[in-house]
Nanobody, 124 residues
Framework: QVQLVESGGGLVQAGGSLRLSCAAS????????MGWFRRAPGKEREFVAA????????YYADSVKGRFTISRDNAANTVYLQMNSLKAEDTAVYYC?????????????????WGQGTRVTVSS
């Protein structure tokens, strides 16, 4: 019912910035909480950021708070992750996800739809 496609990943030096995009298809996109997760090499997927359908509430992992900003443009069916002051430990495949839960939550089990990811590599 909902398809998500990430883009914008690439290679960047430490201290640099990248902007990830997630394009969604489906008529119910605006009703979903959207989240970003990431999986570092050899690690489990972890929560990064989430935003409610209205954009009025956001939630960030402590590791990215103050550096990353999540936003959404419901008219464009797109959610963004602006990543600034990137660190080597930010290297991962980044995934966007959609949840019917009406809250900006970090719980992976509440997200029903997932993109295939976009790779971010931060060099030092």
């Amino acid at each position: 019912q909902v398809q998500l496609v990430e883009s914008g990943g690439g290679l960047v030096q430490a201290g640099g910035s990248l902007r990830l995009s997630c394009a969604a298809s489906g008529r119910t996109f605006s009703s979903y909480t959207m989240g970003w997760f990431r999986r570092a090499p050899g690690k489990e997927r972890e929560f990064v950021a989430a935003i409610t359908w209205s954009g009025e509430s956001t939630y960030y992992a402590d590791s990215v708070k103050g550096r990353f900003t999540i936003s959404r443009d419901n008219a464009a069916n797109t959610v963004y992750l602006q990543m600034n002051s990137l660190k080597a430990e930010d290297t991962a495949v980044y995934y966007c996800a959609a949840s019917p839960t009406r809250a900006a939550i970090p719980h992976i089990r509440e997200y029903d739809y997932w993109g295939q990811g976009t790779r971010v590599t931060v060099s030092s």
